[in-house]
């Protein structure tokens, strides 16, 4: 008789794939990179931990929100023996990840607002931007859309 999927304490790379919804190539990668870990069975296969899944969405949420892979391993590996967040460790991660996180929320919104307006790219082609960056006054800030970039710089 069949376990249910639900009741299985290993997963096979198809079925974390299909409850995750990762795909089966990003789990793969996951592996490789170290944030997730399966055991081989005699045959060769895959098998994850049924809390591989807490793992899975806690990786995908961060990447969700720019969370860089790297990142997200460092906060892992600081589990002890690698193992499953709970609640408590989420709020201590996502605690860390608060400030960078509202860093760039307001780089977005400062895009967003300014995204009609010049940029300071040069390119002085919009009536708006030869009164916000006459002569292009910008340019001696250095290159690229200057508003943008010095936002992201302070």
């Given at each position: 008789?069949?376990?249910?999927?639900?009741?299985?304490?290993?997963?096979?790379?198809?079925?974390?794939?299909?409850?995750?919804?990762?795909?089966?190539?990003?789990?793969?990668?996951y592996?490789?990179?170290?944030?997730?870990s399966?055991r081989?069975?005699?045959?060769?296969?895959?098998?994850?931990?049924?809390?591989?899944?807490?793992?899975?969405?806690?990786?995908?949420i961060?990447?969700?929100?720019?969370?860089?892979?790297?990142?997200?391993?460092?906060?892992?590996?600081?589990?002890?023996?690698?193992?499953?967040p709970t609640?408590?460790?989420?709020?201590?991660?996502?605690?860390?990840?608060?400030?960078?996180?509202?860093?760039?929320?307001?780089?977005?919104?400062q895009?967003?607002?300014?995204?009609?307006?010049?940029?300071?790219?040069?390119?002085?082609?919009?009536?708006?931007?030869?009164?916000?960056?006459?002569?292009?006054?910008?340019?001696?800030?250095?290159?690229?859309?200057?508003?943008?970039?010095?936002?992201?710089?302070s």
């Amino acid at each position: 008789m069949d376990v249910p999927t639900w009741d299985k304490k290993e997963l096979t790379v198809g079925e974390l794939s299909a409850r995750s919804g990762a795909a089966v190539s990003a789990l793969h990668f996951y592996e490789r990179k170290g944030l997730i870990s399966s055991r081989r069975t005699t045959g060769n296969q895959r098998r994850y931990a049924r809390a591989t899944l807490r793992r899975v969405a806690l990786i995908r949420i961060a990447q969700r929100v720019g969370i860089p892979l790297a990142q997200i391993k460092e906060a892992l590996d600081e589990l002890p023996d690698g193992r499953t967040p709970t609640k408590k460790d989420w709020e201590k991660l996502s605690r860390a990840w608060r400030k960078e996180l509202d860093e760039r929320i307001q780089a977005l919104q400062q895009i967003r607002d300014d995204f009609t307006d010049c940029i300071g790219c040069g390119c002085l082609s919009l009536n708006r931007c030869s009164l916000a960056n006459t002569h292009d006054e910008l340019g001696g800030h250095g290159s690229g859309p200057r508003r943008l970039v010095e936002v992201e710089a302070s």
